[in-house]
């Protein structure tokens, strides 16, 4: 299969990737590789003792060398490659030479030591290296007095592990084999096939080999796991055989994985009954990572998550327990959009993540759908509309320049932008099409590399579409920004029409240009006499119309039906007026637009705090929770910036107490037996948001009880930890860090080290990012760098404490004397994010300024700090602009 899909690559490769083609015989390729040399296939083997620091390997490379050469250019970071031998077609052996030419991108050359005419050539490579210590590559994790190896390959860390071309193209077939200590457990991506001794202590342990697959894909483990077995999924009409599931979790932890293996099946059923395609490997095993940098990794048959999200209790927090079903959904998708086809370059990463985002909403909608994801496809665009507002803003089809791009691209734009977009012409060609369309997709570039040309044919083809609409599709993932559809209401020769104006949504205080063109499938919602109707058109020009048919007089508009599109819009202010009277008949996933619209009207400066505050009050009420809560973001952003004054703070503290303490004293401050997810996820949302954004005394008294209790010590002189409701363990914890001081945050800094269970860990994390007062806020950083303190757990405690200026300046105090340990605990994988740990929530130019001139000099620090810089720039700055628009007195209007 691996050769049919050669020549289509090349081609493709040709056209886009000319200056790696003619990358100069002597100068190392500082981003993609030249494809005049084609890995075919790997034979990679370990020698692996996670005690040790270092670790030893010998990988062994088949390739086509397609010109004559003396060297070749290939990917390796901290390897030290003892010997490389070169087996040319006639069987004959050379002595090569490994030279790491670029060590900070990982580039390494091999020399041959003649030239070599075009033929298949066999490299081997004995090497050692370091077990990496930041959660890429082959990295080393301690865990509760026991020491784990494992992998996370993507997206350019497979360097770390073995010498290879690191890059999504070169698909191939992976032997992998293990040699480990007798007493360990060693997985990987296919099967263990064989078993043999290999010296004293040691045995090893041989896989299947793998269907092709990038080094971004490949994985493996070695520990002393636990693993558990879970039920065979069962053959259906697309699969003859059982498959074989497992949960693998660090010793004594197995036993919490029987509820995620139970939900599994009905995952891989519902994906494999959507594409028409069987699960494609030959066994699943899901494994609790005890340290991971992201929150889960698609890897073929070897999916590795964070342990929170697969090890789970009866009392587990709701959130956990929804979460885990999600992002197991999430990471099973891959299996077919990334894995069964995989994107050949990282500019189209949205064809593995933002598929998944979207098919996973499909899966927990068909197997769970109390669990509103139609909900959160909608929160999550419009999450990705404030970042896709920055001028800084990425394209979902970044070009990319160098491995910051790389880093940087696996964010909300590419996520939940994404999916929006999917699902957003998914509607406009209709399901069952749009169905056809990715099944076809599949099936013509199964184990392949795909574009997003290939995708977007795929589904115009199956729609009978032609170049407009693949115009109108490509208009989203090529150019950064959100379409702002203002509209307009008209009497035209006895029928109402919809004027249409589109542009580039910018807030207040954007140097943006606002000239903009998509082609955008604008639906709306309208009234008629006795109920509704819908009406769709695309939209392609800067300006367009739609009549209403039937539509009563007076009508009112729904300007995003379903809140389907990846748009924002805006109603004059009498249209406003009609819709805000018929916002609780509106649907959830309208409301919830409907609530985005009355935000991005107020960062535009159209409206101010108190026709915020009347535009929202009527969602409150209602008994969807993600509606009820959409609300609270906004109005904290009013009450922590724009309210001067102890009246105007009491006059929202009123509004949101009105429209919230009831609901929360309801539910009460501890799960009822029987009640719903939902309903412990109100809970948590509600009582955090009034005690923490609002500070509502009677909330703050209710956590602060549960944190003293949770504070108490046991017999056995822990933490009574338990003694909080588990929803609402960090905000307890935070409340009791608040409120008593040092006491507090000693007792959760002496616990967190003697504590395994995740949910239990990140509640303390939490507990103590709620500090507040510089002293003590400092002391919970300072034991952030602290080894107690998993790697992937860090920003849990460094994003807190930065609500204020005097927040945010001790903060900053704090960051800048500490740089150099936080940069060397995070690694490459957190550079995009290191401005904004640094001055996330900041709102003035005073602390943008700061932060330009200390990064200056610090930028190629790491991947990914140049974006990140811009993007926590540019959002400060309109912070600070927004502020200073806003009349206080209005408020209280």
Same mark, same amino acid.
């Given at each position: 299969?691996?050769?049919?899909?050669?020549?289509?690559?090349?081609?493709?490769?040709?056209?886009?990737?000319?200056?790696?083609?003619?990358?100069?015989?002597?100068?190392? !390729?500082?981003?993609?590789?030249?494809?005049?040399?084609?890995?075919?296939?790997?034979?990679?083997?370990?020698?692996?003792? !996670?005690?040790?620091?270092?670790?030893?390997?010998?990988?062994?490379?088949?390739?086509?060398?397609?010109?004559?050469?003396?060297?070749?250019?290939?990917?390796?970071?901290?390897? @030290?490659?003892?010997?490389?031998?070169?087996?040319?077609?006639?069987?004959?052996?050379?002595?090569?030479? *490994?030279?790491?030419?670029?060590?900070?991108?990982?580039?390494?050359?091999?020399?041959?030591?003649?030239?070599?005419? !075009?033929?298949?050539?066999?490299?081997?490579?004995?090497?050692?290296?370091?077990?990496?210590?930041?959660?890429?590559?082959?990295?080393?994790?301690?865990?509760?007095?026991?020491?784990?190896?494992?992998?996370?390959?993507?997206?350019?860390?497979?360097?770390?592990?073995?010498?290879?071309?690191?890059?999504?193209?070169?698909?191939?077939?992976? &032997?992998?084999?293990?040699?480990?200590?007798?007493?360990?457990?060693?997985?990987?991506?296919?099967?263990?096939?064989?078993?043999?001794?290999?010296?004293?202590?040691?045995?090893?342990?041989?896989?299947?080999?793998?269907? !092709?697959?990038?080094?971004?894909?490949?994985?493996?483990?070695?520990?002393?796991?636990?693993?558990?077995?879970?039920?065979?999924?069962?053959?259906?009409?697309?699969?003859?055989?059982?498959?074989?599931?497992?949960?693998?979790?660090?010793?004594?932890?197995?036993?919490?994985?029987?509820?995620?293996?139970?939900?599994?099946?009905?995952?891989?059923?519902?994906?494999?009954?959507?594409?028409?395609?069987?699960?494609?490997?030959?066994?699943?095993?899901?494994?609790?990572?005890?340290?991971?940098?992201?929150?889960?990794?698609?890897?073929?048959?070897?999916? =590795?998550?964070?342990?929170?999200?697969?090890?789970?209790?009866?009392?587990?927090?709701?959130?956990?327990?929804?979460?885990?079903?999600?992002?197991?959904?999430?990471?099973?998708?891959?299996?077919?959009?990334?894995?069964?086809?995989?994107?050949?370059?990282?500019?189209?990463?949205?064809?593995?993540?933002?598929?998944?985002?979207?098919?996973?909403?499909?899966? =927990?909608?068909?197997?769970?759908?109390? *669990?509103?994801?139609?909900? &959160?496809?909608?929160?999550?665009?419009?999450?990705?509309?404030?970042?896709?507002?920055?001028?800084?803003?990425?394209?979902?089809?970044?070009?990319?320049?160098?491995?910051?791009?790389?880093?940087?691209?696996?964010?909300?734009?590419?996520?939940?932008?994404?999916?929006?977009?999917?699902?957003?012409?998914?509607?406009?060609?209709?399901?069952?099409?749009?169905?056809?369309?990715?099944?076809?997709?599949?099936?013509?570039?199964?184990?392949?590399?795909?574009?997003?040309?290939?995708?977007?044919? #795929?589904?115009?083809?199956?729609?009978?579409?032609?170049?407009?609409?693949?115009?109108?599709?490509? #208009?989203?993932?090529?150019?950064?920004?959100?379409?702002?559809?203002?509209?307009?209401?008209?009497?035209?020769?006895?029928?109402?029409?919809?004027?249409?104006?589109?542009?580039?949504?910018?807030?207040?205080?954007?140097?943006?240009?606002?000239?903009?063109?998509?082609?955008?499938?604008?639906?709306?919602? *309208?009234?008629?006499?006795?109920?509704?109707?819908?009406?769709?058109?695309?939209?392609?020009?800067? =300006?367009?119309?739609?009549?209403?048919?039937?539509?009563? @007089?007076?009508?009112?508009?729904?300007?995003?039906?379903?809140?389907?599109?990846?748009?924002?819009?805006?109603?004059? @202010?009498?249209?406003?007026?009609?819709?805000?009277?018929?916002?609780?008949?509106?649907?959830?996933?309208?409301?919830?637009?409907?609530?985005?619209?009355?935000?991005?009207?107020?960062?535009?400066?159209?409206?101010?705090?108190?026709?915020?505050?009347?535009?929202?009050?009527?969602?409150?009420?209602?008994?969807?929770?993600?509606?009820?809560?959409?609300?609270?973001?906004?109005?904290?952003?009013?009450?922590?910036?724009?309210?001067?004054?102890?009246?105007?703070?009491?006059?929202?503290?009123?509004?949101?107490?009105?429209?919230?303490?009831?609901?929360?004293?309801?539910?009460?401050?501890?799960?009822?037996?029987?009640?719903?997810?939902?309903?412990?996820?109100?809970?948590?949302?509600?009582?955090?948001?009034?005690?923490?954004?609002?500070?509502?005394?009677?909330?703050?008294?209710?956590?602060?009880?549960?944190?003293?209790?949770?504070?108490?010590?046991?017999?056995?002189?822990?933490?009574?930890?338990?003694?909080?409701?588990?929803?609402?363990?960090?905000?307890?914890?935070?409340?009791?860090?608040?409120?008593?001081?040092?006491?507090?945050?000693?007792?959760?800094?002496?616990?967190?080290?003697?504590?395994?269970?995740?949910?239990?860990?990140?509640?303390?994390?939490?507990?103590?990012?709620?500090?507040? +007062?510089?002293?003590?806020?400092?002391?919970?950083?300072?034991?952030?760098?602290?080894?107690?303190?998993?790697?992937?757990?860090?920003? #849990?405690?460094?994003?807190?404490?930065?609500? +204020?200026?005097?927040?945010?300046?001790?903060?900053?105090?704090?960051?800048?004397?500490?740089?150099?340990?936080?940069?060397?605990?995070?690694?490459?994988?957190?550079?995009?994010?290191?401005?904004?740990?640094?001055?996330?929530?900041?709102?003035?130019?005073?602390?943008?300024?700061?932060?330009?001139?200390?990064?200056?000099?610090?930028?190629?620090?790491?991947?990914?700090?140049?974006?990140?810089?811009?993007?926590?720039?540019?959002?400060?700055?309109?912070?600070?602009?927004?502020?200073?628009?806003?009349?206080?007195? +209005?408020?209280?209007?």
């Amino acid at each position: 299969m691996r050769h049919l899909v050669r020549p289509l690559l090349l081609t493709a490769l040709a056209a886009c990737c000319g200056s790696a083609l003619a990358a100069s015989a002597d100068q190392a !390729p500082n981003g993609r590789l030249p494809r005049w040399a084609m890995p075919e296939s790997y034979n990679i083997a370990f020698k692996v003792d !996670p005690s040790q620091a270092n670790f030893s390997g010998v990988t062994t490379i088949k390739l086509n060398l397609k010109k004559a050469s003396d060297h070749l250019w290939l990917d390796g970071a901290d390897l @030290k490659v003892s010997k490389v031998t070169i087996t040319d077609a006639a069987g004959k052996l050379h002595t090569g030479k *490994y030279i790491a030419s670029l060590p900070k991108a990982g580039v390494a050359r091999v020399d041959f030591g003649t030239t070599l005419k !075009p033929q298949q050539l066999t490299l081997t490579f004995d090497y050692t290296a370091p077990l990496n210590q930041q959660l890429q590559g082959l990295y080393k994790v301690n865990y509760a007095g026991n020491a784990y190896a494992m992998t996370q390959m993507e997206p350019i860390s497979a360097r770390f592990a073995f010498p290879s071309f690191d890059e999504p193209s070169f698909k191939t077939p992976f &032997d992998i084999s293990l040699t480990i200590p007798d007493n360990l457990v060693g997985v990987a991506n296919t099967k263990q096939v064989k078993q043999v001794a290999a010296g004293k202590g040691w045995k090893t342990l041989t896989f299947s080999e793998t269907k !092709p697959l990038p080094t971004y894909l490949v994985a493996f483990a070695v520990g002393p796991w636990d693993v558990v077995k879970g039920p065979d999924i069962s053959p259906d009409a697309y699969r003859s055989e059982p498959l074989q599931l497992r949960g693998i979790a660090a010793k004594g932890e197995g036993h919490r994985m029987k509820h995620v293996l139970d939900e599994t099946p009905s995952i891989i059923h519902a994906l494999e009954n959507y594409y028409g395609f069987g699960y494609p490997w030959d066994k699943l095993d899901l494994l609790a990572a005890p340290d991971f940098s992201a929150g889960a990794m698609e890897n073929a048959g070897l999916v =590795t998550f964070r342990d929170w999200l697969l090890l789970l209790d009866p009392d587990s927090p709701a959130r956990n327990v929804r979460g885990s079903f999600n992002v197991t959904a999430h990471e099973l998708a891959h299996q077919w959009t990334g894995d069964t086809v995989t994107m050949p370059w990282w500019n189209d990463i949205w064809l593995n993540e933002a598929f998944a985002t979207w098919m996973q909403q499909k899966v =927990t909608m068909e197997v769970h759908p109390e *669990y509103r994801a139609d909900l &959160d496809r909608v929160r999550g665009a419009e999450g990705a509309m404030n970042n896709d507002s920055l001028v800084s803003a990425r394209e979902i089809r970044q070009p990319i320049t160098g491995n910051g791009d790389i880093m940087t691209a696996f964010d909300g734009i590419t996520y939940q932008k994404g999916a929006a977009v999917i699902g957003m012409f998914e509607g406009y060609v209709g399901e069952k099409t749009f169905q056809k369309g990715m099944r076809a997709y599949i099936q013509a570039h199964k184990f392949g590399n795909v574009t997003a040309d290939n995708l977007v044919d #795929s589904i115009a083809t199956a729609a009978g579409k032609g170049d407009a609409f693949k115009h109108a599709f490509k #208009s989203f993932l090529n150019q950064s920004g959100v379409p702002y559809v203002q509209t307009k209401l008209e009497q035209k020769n006895g029928k109402t029409v919809l004027e249409l104006k589109q542009s580039r949504y910018l807030p207040l205080g954007s140097t943006g240009d606002s000239h903009r063109i998509w082609g955008i499938p604008v639906c709306v919602r *309208y009234g008629v006499v006795g109920g509704s109707k819908v009406a769709c058109d695309m939209l392609d020009k800067a =300006t367009g119309s739609m009549v209403l048919a039937d539509a009563s @007089k007076p009508t009112w508009v729904m300007p995003n039906a379903d809140g389907r599109g990846y748009y924002r819009f805006s109603l004059d @202010k009498n249209a406003l007026a009609a819709l805000s009277k018929q916002a609780d008949k509106l649907s959830d996933t309208e409301q919830l637009a409907y609530a985005d619209a009355i935000s991005a009207s107020f960062k535009r400066g159209d409206l101010n705090a108190g026709d915020v505050l009347m535009a929202l009050k009527p969602l409150t009420h209602s008994k969807t929770s993600e509606v009820a809560t959409a609300p609270i973001g906004q109005v904290a952003w009013i009450y922590r910036h724009e309210a001067t004054t102890d009246a105007q703070r009491a006059h929202i503290r009123s509004w949101i107490e009105s429209a919230y303490l009831p609901r929360l004293e309801q539910l009460g401050y501890v799960r009822k037996a029987g009640e719903s997810d939902a309903d412990a996820l109100l809970r948590g949302a509600l009582a955090s948001a009034l005690a923490f954004d609002f500070d509502v005394p009677q909330v703050r008294a209710a956590l602060l009880k549960q944190g003293d209790a949770a504070l108490q010590k046991k017999a056995d002189g822990r933490l009574n930890l338990a003694a909080a409701d588990p929803d609402l363990l960090g905000d307890a914890l935070g409340v009791a860090v608040q409120t008593n001081g040092k006491s507090a945050v000693d007792a959760l800094i002496a616990e967190l080290p003697k504590t395994t269970d995740p949910a239990l860990r990140n509640g303390i994390l939490a507990g103590l990012s709620a500090a507040q +007062t510089p002293e003590l806020a400092n002391e919970a950083r300072d034991f952030a760098l602290d080894k107690s303190v998993k790697v992937g757990e860090m920003a #849990s405690i460094l994003r807190g404490g930065r609500d +204020t200026r005097a927040q945010r300046d001790a903060l900053w105090s704090w960051f800048t004397g500490h740089y150099p340990q936080i940069l060397a605990r995070t690694g490459s994988f957190a550079g995009g994010r290191l401005p904004m740990l640094a001055a996330g929530g900041s709102c003035s130019k005073e602390e943008v300024d700061r932060l330009q001139a200390f990064f200056k000099t610090r930028v190629n620090d790491a991947a990914g700090a140049a974006r990140g810089l811009a993007q926590t720039s540019e959002s400060s700055l309109l912070c600070a602009a927004l502020k200073a628009k806003q009349d206080p007195n +209005t408020i209280m209007h």
